[in-house]
């Protein structure tokens, strides 16, 4: 059974909801990522998101961005990602990692190369938000191929054969972007997330994962009334955004600490 | 049989739709209208109304003649898209697409723009119709093309300079694509170049094939047959697909794309995927040669002109590129600017940067042909929005 399935199998099982933070690697640095990842964990994340940074981060909003600038500016690159990740899972057997980003630096390493790759570090999931089901069967071949569980974004815009096209293709979960908008943008709509989940559902057996705009422990719980899983971005990025160095790691724990809390509160 | 793009928006292995999720509804919408409309009567003749009367087509064709004699060789013909309506071919499908805006019912447009022809070209359809216009334009472009931006303004256009990345063309594109995700019920997305996700390539191509068609009609009646070659520049690709699509079965009339070489291929500052053997990658929804590093990541371009500052080109020119119908070749920075004199001391006439390019190479390859052979270049723009370009070059203040 794969790590993500084993993860969301446990939760049901307890009745509890899945956090599943985003950080992107190297950002502030290199240094601080594997750090960053078990500190998440420490602090009841469920399944880590691991940002690829790339130079044009279409569906990005400002504070992903900066923290993707960030990241290049201090060498990462998808090879470096990689390393992190086999790196964390020296120490973290269980906690499942997907990798997010945009498609081109895996293109540019080539699909196959990558997913073996990605494997033998140890990812579990990849998601590529310029790829849509129409221009992946191929790509995302070869992640099955490695046992890589491809991870989709559904939308508030997505209609019906869609949302059956991607439940063919989908493992693992299944992330609904909550808004219309790039990340954090703070416009989230909980009855329209109310009223959305029940159609996709119809559809994807999978957990389903919501995520965009999510900003506070509140809002968090209130979506984990609706959803299987929480999806927090732009607003742990700004946490080590505005932290200095030697706090950035703490003050991610605390925040996350207290989303957790506010999730499995009764 | 030549037929491209498939269902999909395939160009062969090129184009495609590369999208986020919440933009493939809005992507599917348009191509399903686009495929009801372009065949509508209706449609159609509203089109070549306003090419006629507000466009003022057809552009002519004339025909450089101190030009060619000065540098021997081939004759130079000029389609003169620089005596269009704002200056630039860009209008032919900035109309085509504000048409199909109305139709879709959406009262807000969007663009990016480099040069600040397609901004302009855009702010003046949404002030013909009626409509809201944001144009995105990189922070370095609003420098680079301050006239533009002054004319978008008086259109009653809201100008938005991006900051991030390398503040050129390919940040303005992210910046748009970022304003459709947000507002994509209410939004239409006037994209300016043969390239972006299905059917943004096909769409566009339709809309600037009005070039070559005409070309088609009038080379025969000046000169009787038609040309040994079509040369235009490429930025994303629309002026050049525009006029090469409808000679694309004509046998024997060769198809010459002019990327911008910057300071040379070799200096690696440069925008000429074609050219510069670029790996293929995905960028702004569609897959193409792309200017890229060993990692994935999109590298700076280098141009002097802003409206061919571009990493990416339009997967139909990666197409013909690799079915040898098309020839595609570079022009440097210095090249361009003689180019630029010469039309300029010749002809009486100053052209866009951009368009300087295409006449550059064909002042190359003129002298090594036949005075009685016939090169056809597209004259896409017109140069008023480069005078601080030219002058800082040329170490005047204006
Ligand atoms: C006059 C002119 N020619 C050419 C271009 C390049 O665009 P394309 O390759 O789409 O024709 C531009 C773009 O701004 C332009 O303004």
Redesign the pocket.
């Known amino acids: 059974m794969s790590r993500i399935q084993a993860v969301f199998d446990r939760l049901k099982a307890q009745q509890r909801k899945a956090l599943i933070p985003f950080i992107t690697a190297g950002d502030p640095d290199p240094q601080l990522t594997v750090p960053l990842l078990h500190a998440l964990v420490g602090a009841g994340a469920d399944v880590l998101e691991l940002g690829v940074p790339f130079s044009d981060p279409m569906a990005d909003g400002p504070t992903i961005q900066r923290a993707s600038e960030r990241a290049l500016k201090n060498g990462v690159t998808l090879r470096s990602v990689l390393a992190m990740v086999a790196e964390f899972r020296q120490q973290d057997a269980t906690t499942p990692v997907v990798l997010m980003g945009y498609g081109n630096p895996i293109e540019a390493m080539g699909w196959e190369a990558f997913a073996q790759r990605a494997a033998e570090a140890g990812v579990d999931g990849v998601l590529t938000v310029d790829f849509p089901p129409e221009e992946s069967h191929a790509a995302f071949a070869h992640l099955e191929a490695h046992g890589l569980d491809p991870i989709f974004l559904l939308a508030p815009t997505t209609v019906d054969a869609r949302i059956a096209e991607v439940a063919k293709l989908a493992r693992g979960y299944v992330y609904y972007v909550s808004l219309k908008g790039v990340t954090g943008a703070g416009h989230l709509d909980l009855s329209a997330i109310e009223q959305k989940l029940p159609q996709l559902r119809k559809h994807i057996a999978l957990p389903i994962g919501v995520g965009f705009g999510i900003r506070d422990a509140e809002t968090a719980r209130r979506v984990a009334d609706l959803a299987d899983a929480v999806v927090i971005g732009s607003r742990i990025v700004q946490e080590i955004e505005q932290s200095p160095r030697e706090r950035v790691v703490d003050n991610v724990k605390q925040f996350v600490a207290g989303v957790r809390a506010a999730l499995d509160k009764k | 049989m030549y037929n491209y793009p498939d269902n999909g928006g395939h160009f062969g292995p090129y184009g495609g739709i590369y999208m986020a999720e919440t933009l493939m509804p809005a992507v599917d919408e348009l191509r399903r209208q686009y495929e009801h409309f372009r065949d509508d009567p209706e449609f159609k003749a509203e089109f070549a109304y306003e090419l006629k009367h507000y466009v003022g087509r057809p552009s002519p064709i004339y025909h450089a003649k101190r030009l060619s004699e000065q540098f021997g060789g081939a004759q130079i013909y000029l389609k003169r898209?620089d005596l269009n309506h704002t200056g630039?071919?860009?209008i032919n499908n900035a109309i085509g697409q504000a048409l199909l805006a109305r139709r879709m019912g959406k009262k807000r447009v969007i663009a990016e723009?480099?040069?600040?022809?397609?901004g302009v070209a855009t702010a003046t359809v949404a002030a013909r119709f009626g409509m809201e216009c944001v144009v995105y334009m990189g922070a370095e472009d609003v420098q680079r093309q301050a006239p533009n931006v002054f004319r978008m303004k008086l259109l009653g256009a809201t100008v938005v300079p991006v900051e991030s990345g390398s503040r050129t063309l390919k940040d303005a594109c992210n910046e748009a694509i970022r304003d459709w995700v947000t507002n994509v019920e209410t939004t239409f997305y006037i994209f300016?170049?043969?390239a972006g996700p299905h059917p943004y390539p096909m769409l566009v191509r339709d809309f600037q094939c009005v070039i070559g068609n005409e070309a088609k009609v009038q080379m025969p009646e000046m000169i009787g047959r038609q040309p040994d070659a079509v040369i235009?520049?490429?930025?994303?690709?629309?002026?050049?697909i525009g006029i090469f699509h409808p000679y694309i079965d004509v046998e024997g009339v060769r198809l010459i794309g002019v990327e911008a070489g910057g300071h040379g291929i070799g200096s690696g500052q440069h925008a000429a995927p074609l050219t510069g053997n670029a790996k293929v990658g995905v960028l702004h929804g569609n897959k193409v040669y792309l200017m890229q590093d060993e990692n994935g990541q999109i590298v700076e371009t280098h141009s002097i002109s802003?409206?061919?500052d571009y990493p990416g080109v339009?997967p139909e020119h990666c197409l013909l590129k690799d079915l040898h119908r098309a020839e595609y070749v570079a022009i440097n920075d210095d090249e361009a600017i003689a180019a630029f004199d010469a039309l300029c001391r010749f002809e009486g006439i100053i052209p866009?940067l951009?368009?300087s390019h295409a006449l550059a190479h064909a002042l190359k390859i003129a002298p090594t042909m036949g005075k009685d052979k016939a090169l056809l270049v597209n004259l896409?723009?017109r140069g008023d929005k480069d005078m601080n370009t030219v002058a800082r070059i040329k170490g005047i203040t204006l």
């Open positions: 898209e630039a071919h860009k723009t480099g040069a600040g022809m397609h300016g170049t043969a235009a520049c490429v930025g994303g690709g629309s002026n050049a802003a409206g061919l339009g866009a951009e368009s896409s723009g």
